[in-house]
């Protein structure tokens, strides 16, 4: 089959522009928050950092693969879809598997940019106290939500891939800044002492670690906007390389400098000065442009079930501006970032790292190999067989596939339990700030 079909006509994005917007999607939160999760895992976490990075990249490559395989099969997976990943999922598993697909997506999606937003405000406040002010952290999460709402009203990645670098390089410069300002730091600090570590700790930082890993939620929007998207894979390697290589460092020298000393969000560990200033911008910038990024394909499911015109009209802007103020509302109401990080890496981001790419390229193996090579019967309106008993996978493929989904769903379950018994514990509740604007955040 002619590659033709699966290039749209207009100019896309190249292997590194796929590679920046990855980094830029999922790289700002783990900067801050892997140092704490090393912390709570031990020594072992950054042996897990790679470990996940690994299998990440792997069900990554899956997925891009699964979709080249859905275009060239079906007449309604070719050039740009607003929703692929929806999609692949009808076309392997029927109703069931796009609803099942879409609510964990949209739970991803939804509470990532919630992250996003509270790690911004929570950068801001720090940022204003340190120059004598102080404005409380719920006005914050105001101010900074509408600033972001113009952005919102793009329509999808390639038309803000300068919002991408811009994310990219913030992360970038925070991580030297990071890792300088420790070294500095490092010869002044006391006996480094690190706490007991307890399951429940130990769960909720393997949900921070699944979190700061998984870019499965915005892959494929991105894939179907590449030029040649069989270059995904190449995107997925650069990707992965680059996220590991930020990522460990800073994990490392956090650990062993600071310990059981860890905040929640590094930054807070450094010392008051211009460096830390410079990273707190930085790094806000980012996480404020990540949230633009991450919050793309969840617009775009929107404005498909609204029937929006793709051209930009009044209308995208109307239906936006509802899903923006929802994500105030949750940011509002449960504004600890960690905790929301944990149960979205724990549940529904699981699904679609650990459990989806694989189920979906292994679903679509089978197809093609039954469709043989008469790509051209094959219609927009065929599903996959349910019954097939062709099998093309090489069976040691499928025992690890099989083994990454087991590992996906007893690290999925066991953070998930431990973030919701923090979110309700009297211990650790923290007030909405719609009740106490003051001391919400505190």
């Given at each position: 089959m002619s590659s033709k079909y699966l290039i749209p006509k207009e100019k896309g994005l190249g292997i590194v522009n796929t590679a920046v917007f990855i980094v830029g999607d999922v790289s700002g939160t783990g900067i801050l928050s892997l140092a704490r999760a090393v912390e709570d895992t031990g020594w072992t976490g950054l042996i897990l950092i790679v470990v996940f990075a690994i299998i990440s990249a792997y069900t990554g490559i899956l997925l891009g693969e699964a979709w080249i395989m859905a275009s060239e099969l079906f007449e309604d997976c070719k050039g740009h879809i607003q929703n692929p990943y929806q999609l692949l999922a009808q076309k392997t598993y029927d109703k069931v598997g796009r609803y099942v697909l879409s609510v964990s997506l949209h739970t991803t999606v939804f509470g990532g940019a919630v992250v996003f937003l509270l790690l911004a405000a929570d950068n801001m406040q720090s940022l204003v106290q340190t120059l004598g002010y102080d404005l409380s952290f719920c006005f914050w999460v105001l101010i900074l939500i509408t600033l972001l709402l113009p952005l919102t009203w793009f329509g999808t990645p390639k038309h803000f891939w300068l919002i991408a670098y811009g994310s990219t390089l913030s992360t970038i410069s925070t991580t030297a800044i990071i890792l300088v300002s420790v070294g500095e730091e490092a010869p002044t600090q006391p006996k480094?002492?690190?706490?007991?570590?307890?399951?429940?700790?130990?769960?909720?930082?393997?949900?921070?670690?699944?979190?700061?890993?998984?870019?499965?939620?915005?892959?494929?929007?991105?894939?179907?906007?590449?030029?040649?998207?069989?270059?995904?894979?190449?995107?997925?390697?650069?990707?992965?390389?680059?996220?590991?290589?930020?990522?460990?460092?800073?994990?490392?020298?956090?650990?062993?400098?600071?310990?059981?000393s860890l905040d929640a969000n590094i930054i807070n560990n450094l010392p008051p000065g211009g460096p830390t200033y410079v990273a707190l911008i930085l790094i806000t910038i980012h996480l404020l442009s990540a949230f633009v990024i991450i919050l793309n394909p969840l617009l775009q499911e929107v404005d498909m079930v609204l029937h929006v015109p793709k051209e930009f009209t009044w209308k995208r802007c109307v239906t936006r501006s509802f899903v923006l103020i929802c994500v105030l509302f949750v940011a509002e109401t449960i504004p600890k970032f960690e905790y929301v990080l944990s149960l979205i890496g724990g549940s529904s981001l699981t699904i679609l790292v650990f459990i989806c790419p694989i189920l979906f390229h292994m679903r679509m193996c089978k197809l093609k190999a039954n469709a043989g090579n008469n790509v051209a019967m094959v219609t927009m309106d065929v599903q996959a067989p349910l019954d097939e008993k062709f099998e093309p996978i090489a069976p040691w493929r499928k025992v690890l596939n099989y083994e990454i989904i087991c590992i996906g769903v007893l690290a999925g379950v066991t953070a998930t339990v431990s973030a919701i018994i923090n979110i309700v514990s009297p211990d650790s509740f923290s007030v909405p700030c719609y009740i106490n604007i003051t001391r919400a955040s505190t």
């Open positions: 480094v002492r690190h706490h007991e570590i307890n399951g429940e700790g130990f769960m909720l930082a393997l949900g921070t670690i699944v979190f700061a890993l998984g870019g499965h939620p915005n892959f494929l929007t991105l894939q179907v906007d590449m030029n040649r998207q069989k270059d995904f894979r190449k995107s997925i390697f650069l990707t992965f390389i680059i996220v590991s290589c930020l990522y460990l460092p800073v994990a490392s020298v956090g650990y062993f400098v600071y310990g059981d």
